[in-house]
């Protein structure tokens, strides 16, 4: 899919969603096997996804990506916003192990997060504003998209907004194939261009 080395994180982000989503199917196993230690390792890996990774790996794989310099140079600034959430939020996990439970058809993850509002809105900034500031319409429609689902997780059922938003990003990262068909639409017209441009 990819023909660059920068293309390679954006690209991994539907891989990754998947393995989440997975371990998040494991989760709901785990309940029904009774199995707490199980549930315990899964709920910590599940949580390092959600809370940990994205907020560092979605700014670095959109820096990687992005061809303008004035626009990575602002990038970099979220991915230093990605930092500090990341790593708060990594903090919290290993002192404040986050729990899991079913609650009605979904999956609520609890732990108590100091200054909530303050680390949210790190992490949409890093998450979500990040692709906006992308050169390319599609990532910005990413981010959007993202932006427009985590408010519609959060009002369908804020007890469960970190397993429903998850669910609705990871269908998003299809975003992600359309992103590379249209470059390599671009790219096979440009060489059209090209070779027509050589004759005579």
Partial sequence: MTSKKTEVPF??????????????GMIWLS???????SN?????????????????FIPFAIWMLEPNPPRRKLILYFQVTGLIVGFYLLYSLIKFPILSK??????????PH???VAVMALYLLSTCVSCMISSSRIV??????????????YFI?????????CFF????????????????????????QGTLSTIP
Avoid: N
């Avoid at 429609?141 to 519609?152: D, E, P, R, W, Y």
């Avoid at 059922?157 to 938003?165: I, L, N, R």
């Avoid at 992600?176 to 017209?189: A, H, S």
């Fill in 169 to 192: 990003v990871a269908i998003l990262s299809s975003i992600v194939y359309l992103f590379f068909r249209q470059r390599r639409v671009d790219r096979r017209l440009v060489k059209t």
């Fill in 40 to 56: 315990h390792v899964l709920t910590l890996f599940y949580s390092f996804f959600s809370h940990v990774f994205w907020p560092i």
């Fill in 11 to 24: 690209a991994a982000i539907p891989f990754f969603f998947g393995i989440q989503q997975l371990s998040e």
């Fill in 157 to 165: 059922h804020a007890a469960t907004f970190v397993s429903v938003w």
């Fill in 140 to 153: 910005q429609i990413f981010g959007v998209l993202s932006f427009v689902t985590f408010i519609a997780a």
């Fill in 31 to 37: 309940f029904q096997r009774d199995s707490p230690i």
């Fill in 102 to 111: 079913v609650l009605g058809t979904h999956i609520a993850y609890e732990a």
């Fill in 114 to 116: 100091f200054y909530i």
